[in-house]
């Protein structure tokens, strides 16, 4: 576990990107979906003047090694702590190229980072904020892999999204035990593909909620009585591992985690407390394979001695982006 610990009378904001999906030809100065990314992000942290920044997964292409180390480079010019756990993309080439780009991140000061068992996946670590000497809050980020063989064509070739493990989950287990002992009551999870409970969550809060299969119906008619906090678009079917892995039941028994946060998706963003625990689809960061120029931006985890106080979603207007 990894302590962070920040003295300030103010509370700690977290900045979660997703999904900005850059491959190194579109780094280069006026290619315009670097120049979103970079305006995007130099945007958010204007405004939300974050403490730490996470990324949510799919940085890029594996074996795009260019392009991960120009996200290094940036990070690192940045000067504010850092982290990210991997997605499908970074992942898509086996365990080798993502190490290989963790070689090159854990070489920067500004990177926050744990090697975990490499037999869980290559992004699995707890991050414990501490506000002024007090356990505040901890940041589990999961390795939720590439894509498994699966009875029915879920995303290609009889294949289905991966998502956490039973190992993984026995894992989450002993870290929450660990948060908890270290006076810690509060985390958010922070996973690249959705956990299965997401798709349940969209079912039970949206009055029209988008098929599991078929094309989605883009109508919003209304959040359903008892999740009117809910915000957020629902513009994509949800890409989780189409059968419950049991994550949800063992986050919402073990009582700590109060937010997990997804990213994947890139036309979904929307946030539903769903069972008590807030399941999130972060923002997509900048225009990196596809997406929908109104869902721009990013996620903040707003953060107290108690942990996660607020969260909502920051959208930045590409108009203003010459
Ligand atoms: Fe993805």
């Known amino acids: ?95 080798e190229p993502v190490r290989r780009v963790l070689d090159e991140f854990m070489k920067r000061k500004t990177f926050v980072f744990e090697k975990c068992d490499p037999a869980l996946g290559n992004s699995n670590f707890v991050i414990l904020i501490e506000k002024n000497g007090k356990a505040a809050e901890g940041i589990i980020l999961m390795d939720t892999h590439d894509r498994i063989p699966y009875k029915a064509d879920m995303c290609g070739k009889n294949e289905a999204w991966a998502g956490l493990t039973p190992e993984q989950l026995a894992w989450y287990r002993d870290r929450i035990a660990e948060l908890k002992e270290a006076g810690c009551r509060d985390s958010t999870l922070i996973i690249h593909t959705p956990i299965y409970a997401y798709i349940e969550a969209a079912g039970a809060a949206f009055v029209n909620p988008v098929p599991e299969k078929g094309e989605p119906d883009y109508g919003f008619a209304g959040w359903n009585p008892g999740y009117e906090d809910s915000f957020g678009f629902y513009h994509e079917i949800i890409s989780a591992y189409p059968e419950d892995e049991g994550a949800f039941e063992l986050i919402h028994r073990l009582g700590s985690t109060g937010n997990v946060i997804s990213g994947h998706d890139h036309m979904n963003n929307w946030a539903v407390r769903y069972r008590g625990v807030r399941l999130i689809f972060g923002t997509k960061t900048g225009i990196g394979s596809y997406g929908e120029s109104a869902i721009n931006g990013g996620t903040v985890l707003t953060v107290d001695e108690n942990g996660v106080k607020d969260v909502r979603h920051e959208y930045v207007d590409l108009d203003g982006l010459r």
């Not at 006026?30 to 949510?56: H, K, M, W």
């Open 1 to 95: 576990m990894i302590r962070l610990s920040m003295e300030t009378d103010r509370d700690i904001r977290i900045l979660n990107l997703t999904d900005p999906q850059l491959t190194a030809g579109e780094w280069e100065k006026g290619n315009r979906t670097g120049d979103a990314f970079r305006y995007t992000v130099g945007t958010l942290i204007e405004r939300v003047r974050p403490d730490l920044i996470t990324v949510s997964g799919d940085l890029s292409y594996a074996g795009d090694y260019v392009s991960y180390r120009n996200y290094a480079d940036y990070f690192d010019d940045l000067g504010i702590p850092w982290t990210c756990c991997f997605g499908n993309h970074d992942n898509q080439g086996g365990d």
